[in-house]
């Protein structure tokens, strides 16, 4: 895992490169040097120039980036995990004596690039962002290839500098913002690439993304996925993020999906491949001391075995962390905000252990978890809602889980999010999600993990984080704010201070006003739910 940060040339004949370009491109990489403190990386192309700050987790002392072919013709920048790289590499051919220059998983990227263009972005499997760009034997480029993974787990931003020479990209709106003028800025959209030729291309198209999804309009013929089948789905995500080369850790707040999730990489066959995870399996909660999550944690913890650690955090921490939360996330969005505080202290906490996460982020989307679900009766209606909001998840829960973990140089991986698992779940008949007066949310998903699970752990109900880990420091931290931190007369300014998406409340003026200062004009990179919030899009 790691930060990128990367400039191509406008104009492929010209350089952009000078006697300035590596301080530049140190400075810009180092802003993000929290995404990778293990390594810092500059290469000068003259027609394009990379940075690279690396967390190093698959082959830490042989993954130096950018990134070379032995050749001297591709290059790349890479961020992110490349699970199926062994079996893209097989494929190709790849002798890691004679083709290759590092045992990283990023590697495959310049090699499949090579073999198949554009097309290498649909047969990764993984977790990425990249900018790739190949040179002939003269140094003329021959190609540029931009591109970030199907599901939006990392980001890329892309922009044109103010003096129209560049095309820059960013693992973060940090690294750009103020190289570009922001109506020339955009973040690239999950299952996206981007050349010079082609401007943004969807590449990533599957049926549950279509209209024409049969499950949408069913007949007596369609066939619907299964329970089992979904099962060995999950397995095989959770199995495919246990490459690593460090140790790997459990986040764990005690509900159904990172229960699962833990219960899952205690299963000998999945165990096994955590080949550098030795001892006892770490997890880690957060929550105010005495709340629901931190208490269902450790009983969870308990009965898997788990060498289990808490973030016990208050009001009074929230507040301290605050602008650090709004610098970090890049939005101004309150709901995004408030839950991002509990995972700031998460992933701090379990930085201290480990490098790599697993957690179960992703259920809700795909599983129709949440409470708003329960005010709908229409199969239909419910298959719609959960392709909505699973397309938002790459601005919402991603964002969160990227960015608070980056933090503090911590990697997250999120089996749920799987596009195989995905594809799976989204092809379950939609009746079996309704919530009933007989079944609650996630009902099949529960009894699929029954035997694994503890019966209280099973049937525990849903709850929102910011309930989950403390029931009054919402409220403690909004009047905090209001009390504090936003005047009554600042207030009494915020439409013509902001006209658009204009603050309703101090606590939102608060966290606006500290975006403003630092992504000054970038307004347009954050999303604001439809009706304030998540549920009041949904089509019933």
Not at 64 to 79: E, F, W, Y
Not at 82 to 88: A, F, P, R, S, V
Not at 339 to 345: A, K, L, R
Request: charged share 25%.
């Amino acid at each position: 895992m790691c930060g990128i940060i990367a400039g191509i040339a406008v104009d492929a004949a010209k350089s952009i490169c000078n006697a300035e370009t590596e301080k530049r491109v140190t400075e810009l990489a180092t802003r993000m040097n929290h995404r990778g403190p293990d390594d810092i990386g500059v290469l000068q192309l003259g027609h394009s120039w990379f940075g690279h700050t690396r967390l190093s987790i698959v082959s830490p002392t042989h993954g130096h980036q950018p990134l070379s072919d032995k050749a001297g013709t591709c290059h790349a920048v890479v961020n992110g995990e490349i699970y199926n790289h062994l079996k893209l590499k097989e494929e190709l051919g790849l002798s890691p004596e004679k083709d290759l220059t590092t045992e990283s998983d990023s590697e495959i990227i310049l090699h499949g690039y090579k073999a198949w263009g554009v097309d290498v972005c649909d047969k990764l499997m993984g977790m990425f962002a990249f900018v790739v760009v190949t040179q002939d034997a003269d140094g003329k480029r021959t190609g540029v290839l931009a591109a970030r993974d199907k599901v939006g787990i990392k980001p890329l931003y892309m922009g044109k500098t103010r003096d129209g020479t560049e095309m820059v990209f960013s693992s973060e709106l940090k690294g750009i913002a103020d190289q570009c003028d922001p109506k020339d800025m955009f973040k690239v959209p999950a299952g996206h690439y981007w050349t010079p030729e082609t401007g943004l291309v969807k590449y990533y198209n599957p049926d549950w993304d279509s209209d024409e999804d049969e499950i949408l309009s069913p007949t007596p013929a369609t066939k619907y996925a299964t329970g089992e089948q979904c099962k060995k789905k999950l397995e095989e995500a959770v199995i495919a993020r246990c490459m690593a080369d460090v140790e790997v850790g459990l986040l764990l707040s005690g509900g159904l999906d990172s229960s699962i999730i833990g219960g899952l990489m205690l299963q000998h066959n999945v165990r096994k491949h955590l080949t550098a995870t030795k001892g006892k399996l770490k997890s880690f909660a957060v929550g105010q001391e005495g709340s629901p999550d931190i208490l269902a944690a450790r009983a969870v913890s308990k009965f898997l075995g788990t060498d289990h650690y808490e973030a016990i955090f208050t009001p009074d921490m929230a507040f301290d962390v605050l602008e650090k939360i709004v610098w970090h996330m890049e939005t101004y969005e309150p709901e995004l905000i408030r839950s991002c505080i509990p995972n700031y202290f998460l992933a701090k906490k379990a930085a201290e252990h480990v490098k790599v996460v697993i957690t179960g982020e992703g259920s809700d989307e795909i599983w129709s978890g949440y409470l708003y679900y329960s005010d709908c009766d229409d199969p239909i209606l419910l298959q719609r809602e959960n392709r909505r909001i699973l397309k938002a998840v790459q601005v919402a829960n991603l964002q969160r889980a990227d960015r608070m973990t980056m933090a503090h140089s911590l990697e997250a991986r999120v089996p749920f999010f799987d596009v195989d698992n995905i594809a799976t779940v989204m092809r379950v008949d939609p009746s079996d999600k309704l919530i009933t007066e007989d079944k609650c949310e996630k009902y099949m998903l529960r009894k699929l993990y029954e035997e694994i699970l503890p019966k209280e752990v099973v049937w525990r109900t849903k709850a929102m984080q910011c309930e989950g880990v403390g029931m009054t420091w919402v409220k403690v931290l909004q009047e905090h704010i209001s009390a504090n931190l936003v005047s009554d007369a600042d207030f009494a300014k915020a439409s013509e201070q902001f006209p658009h998406n204009t603050p309703k409340t101090k606590e939102e003026y608060y966290y606006r006003s500290i975006f403003e200062k630092h992504y000054p004009g970038c307004d347009k990179f954050v999303h604001v739910w439809e009706g304030g919030c998540r549920a009041a899009g949904a089509p019933w």
